[in-house]
């Protein structure tokens, strides 16, 4: 299992603000990561070791926004306040969990600000809404030097803490859950509040940990 990115919903004072106030907390600025034209949302994004990232993303007032089920989910847990949305696992092929789960994978591309397009496959994106423990799919089409692993940083993801069971989850990723994946502990406590991702800790070099 490779965790690929985290998820974070800008809450109600927008994207800048909310990317600016994170960065502050671990010693570093996210990038423009651009617009997701099909989901009507945009985002900045903070490249980690490992690799993976964290993306910080808002709405738009955008037609896709109201028809895409990730822009809805964006729309929902922003006028929530704001907070971490879910996460997501990368596979080099998408076919065997689409046999799985009996459904097929919907298309996703970025545009970057300078023009380039990012376009990858994704299944699972409705669990964001009705049960946002689980991870969704994600295969990427585009060439690795377009990813956004490509960017491979310094800070470290050490703890992703999840309220909810982590029998649901391995059901779902249809393995186990160690207690480390690729340096990364996972721990669950049951459900008080908002399900999903309560608290992330990251390994910030010269400032330790940080736990958002």
């Known amino acids: ?3 690929d990115h985290l998820m974070f919903a800008a809450g109600p004072e927008g994207l800048e603000v909310e990317a600016a106030r994170m960065g502050e907390k671990l010693g570093t600025s996210f990038i423009n990561g651009g617009i997701h034209p099909r989901f009507g949302t945009r985002n900045r994004i903070l490249p980690l070791a490992g690799p993976r990232y964290v993306e910080i993303v808002e709405v738009l007032d955008h037609p896709a926004a109201e028809k ?40 996703g591309a970025r545009h970057f600000p300078d023009g380039r397009y990012l376009e990858w496959h994704q299944l699972g994106v409705r669990g964001i809404m ?10 990427w089409d585009s060439s690795p030097e377009l990813l956004p692993s490509a960017l491979s940083g310094t800070i470290s ?9 982590r029998k649901r989850v391995e059901e779902w990723l249809d393995e ?7 340096g990364i502990e ?12 309560s608290s992330v800790t990251f390994d910030v070099p010269g400032r330790g940990l940080v736990r958002i």
């Open 130 to 139: 009705t049960d946002p423990q689980l991870p969704y799919f994600l295969q």
């Open 157 to 165: 993801m050490r703890t992703i803490e999840i309220s909810g069971s």
């Open 176 to 182: 186990p859950i160690p207690g480390e994946v690729e």
């Open 186 to 197: 996972f721990n669950f406590s049951s459900p008080n509040g908002h399900p999903g991702i």
């Open 68 to 107: 895409a089920v990730f822009g809805q989910a964006v729309r929902a847990r922003s006028e929530q306040g704001g907070g971490w949305l879910g996460w997501v696992v990368s596979v080099p092929d998408l076919t065997p969990f689409e046999e799985r789960l009996g459904r097929k994978s919907a298309p």
């Open 1 to 3: 299992m490779h965790v």
